[in-house]
C-alpha cells in the first residue's frame, strides 16, 4: 500500500512452495486483518466473457471481436474453485458470491454451485451460495441453479427504456428478457432478488424515480449504485457519478423514504424503506461514502488470483501454487498471511490514490475479471 492508500501490486511472498513458511497454520475460523476486519465473504469470478458491452464495465471499443479472452485451461476448474472456497471458509467466510463477466456463460455452473452448497461453516452452518447476472440466460437456468443449492441472485438492470438499456449493454437486448427472467428466478424461489442500478449521470440518471416507482410493492430489492472507478477500460470520471444522497432525495420527493438500520455489520448497501410500507431500496455509495472500515471481502479472479481490494493493481497468484502442488495446509496458510496482512482503504483516500495511479501509470484489475 502506497502513503495515500493506493492497493499496490500485492507483494509476492508467495511466488511459488518455496516462500511458504515450514510452520502451517490451522484455521481457526477469526481470520483478521490490519484493521481488524474479518474475512466473512468471497466472491469468484467464473469467467472472463460476457454477452453485455456495458459501457462501465466491458465496452466496446476495449472489448471488441478481436479481443483475446481466457483459454479455457486458464480458468480455474471447479474443483480448484471448491477447494478455495472450502479453505476461506475455514477461515471465517459465510457468503460465497459468484460473479463473472457473466456468469452464466461458464458452461456446467450448476456443477459448481453443487459442489459448494456441500460446503459448511465451521460449526456446520450451510454457506449462501448467490450469483450476479445480467440476466440474459436467468429464465433458463434459474430452475437448475436452484435445484443444485443456489439461494439467492442479484440482477444487473439499469434502466427500464429499451432504449436506453440497449445502449448500456450496447448490444442492442431487450429489458423485457431479462425481467422475464427476474419473474422465472423469483418463482423458483431464488430470493430475495435484488436489482442493482449503476446510475450514471447523462447516462440513465432520468430513469432512477421510474425504477423506484416500477419495482415499489413488489418483491424485488433496488439498489442504486454510485458509477465505480473500478479498473481503467470504463473512463471513469467524478463528474459522471451520480451521489446516492441525490438518489435519495429525488425518490423521496414523489415516495416518501424513511432510512432502515444495515441488516448486519460491513453491508454495503444503506437501506431505505417506503413510508407507506412498499418495499425497500438500498444505495451502494462506495465514491461519496466509503465503507472501507467494514469491508470483509476477498475476490478471486477469473485464472485464480486473490485481491483483498476491488481497487487493487495487482493479487495472489492462488492457481499458480495448487498447479505447483500446493497442500491445502500449505494454502491455508497462504490466505491467512494474505488477510492478515490486509491494509487496503482506497475509497477512504480515493482523490489521491486516484491521482497517484494516473501520475504511476499503474492500472487496478478489471471488473470483468473480478466481478463487481
Known amino acids: 500500500m502506497t502513503e495515500n492508500g493506493v492497493p499496490e501490486s500485492s507483494p509476492h511472498y508467495f511466488r511459488d512452495l518455496s516462500d511458504i513458511p515450514v510452520e502451517l497454520e490451522t484455521p481457526t475460523g477469526t481470520a483478521g486483518d490490519t484493521r481488524n476486519r474479518p474475512l466473512r465473504d468471497l466472491r469468484i469470478s467464473v469467467t472472463d466473457r460476457c454477452n453485455f458491452r456495458c459501457v462501465y464495465c466491458m465496452p466496446k471499443q476495449i472489448f471488441?471481436?478481436?479481443?483475446?479472452?481466457?483459454?479455457?485451461?486458464?480458468?480455474?476448474?471447479?474443483?480448484?474453485?471448491?477447494?478455495?472456497?472450502?479453505?476461506?471458509?475455514?477461515?471465517?467466510?459465510?457468503?460465497?458470491?459468484?460473479?463473472?463477466?457473466?456468469?452464466l456463460l461458464r458452461k456446467g455452473l450448476e456443477e459448481l454451485v453443487g459442489m459448494l452448497s456441500a460446503l459448511k461453516t465451521p460449526d456446520g452452518r450451510d454457506i449462501d451460495i448467490a450469483l450476479t447476472t445480467n440476466g440474459s440466460a436467468l429464465d433458463v437456468k434459474a430452475q437448475v441453479l436452484k435445484d443444485a443449492g443456489l439461494k439467492r441472485v442479484t440482477v444487473s438492470l439499469d434502466s427500464l427504456d429499451d432504449a436506453t438499456f440497449k445502449?448500456?449493454?450496447?448490444?442492442?437486448?431487450?429489458?423485457?428478457?431479462?425481467?422475464?427472467?427476474?419473474?422465472?428466478?423469483?418463482?423458483?424461489?431464488?430470493?430475495?432478488?435484488?436489482?442493482?442500478?449503476?446510475?450514471?449521470?447523462?447516462?440513465?440518471?432520468?430513469d432512477v424515480v421510474p425504477m423506484a416507482r416500477h419495482f415499489k410493492g413488489s418483491p424485488y430489492i433496488l439498489r442504486f449504485i454510485e458509477f465505480m472507478d473500478v479498473g481503467t477500460s470504463n473512463g471513469w470520471k467524478m463528474e459522471e457519478v451520480v451521489p446516492s444522497a441525490e438518489v435519495i432525495s429525488a425518490i423521496n420527493a414523489e415516495l416518501p423514504l424513511e432510512e432502515v438500520v444495515a441488516n448486519y455489520p460491513g453491508e454495503t448497501s444503506a437501506r431505505w424503506s417506503y413510508r407507506d410500507g412498499g418495499g425497500e431500496i438500498g444505495v451502494i455509495s462506495s465514491v461519496t461514502q466509503s465503507f472501507c472500515q467494514s469491508c470483509t471481502r476477498v475476490r478471486v479472479s477469473t485464472e485464480g488470483k486473490l485481491f483483498t481490494c476491488l481497487f487493487a493493481?495487482?493479487?495472489?497468484?492462488?492457481?499458480?501454487?495448487?498447479?505447483?502442488?500446493?497442500?491445502?495446509?500449505?494454502?491455508?496458510?497462504?490466505?491467512?498471511?494474505?488477510?492478515?496482512?490486509?491494509?487496503?482503504?482506497?475509497?477512504?483516500?480515493?482523490?489521491?490514490?486516484?491521482?497517484?495511479?494516473?501520475?504511476?501509470?499503474?492500472?487496478?484489475?478489471?471488473?470483468?475479471?473480478i466481478g463487481g
Not at 437486448?173 to 430470493?191: N, Q, R, Y
Not at 446510475?199 to 432520468?206: A, H, L, P
Open 64 to 103: 471488441g471481436r478481436d479481443f483475446e479472452f481466457m483459454e479455457r485451461d486458464e480458468l480455474l476448474t471447479f474443483e480448484e474453485i471448491t477447494r478455495l472456497a472450502g479453505i476461506a471458509v475455514a477461515h471465517g467466510v459465510e457468503k460465497i458470491r459468484l460473479t463473472g463477466g457473466e456468469p
Open 167 to 206: 445502449a448500456l449493454n450496447d448490444v442492442d437486448f431487450p429489458v423485457a428478457k431479462v425481467l422475464h427472467g427476474i419473474e422465472v428466478a423469483h418463482e423458483v424461489g431464488l430470493g430475495p432478488i435484488k436489482i442493482n442500478m449503476v446510475v450514471k449521470r447523462g447516462q440513465n440518471d432520468q
Open 313 to 369: 493493481t495487482g493479487g495472489h497468484d492462488l492457481r499458480a501454487l495448487m498447479r505447483g502442488g500446493c497442500s491445502d495446509e500449505q494454502l491455508s496458510t497462504v490466505m491467512a498471511h494474505i488477510w492478515r496482512e490486509r491494509t487496503d482503504r482506497y475509497s477512504d483516500l480515493r482523490s489521491a490514490a486516484t491521482n497517484d495511479l494516473r501520475g504511476t501509470g499503474k492500472k487496478k484489475i478489471e471488473m470483468s475479471y
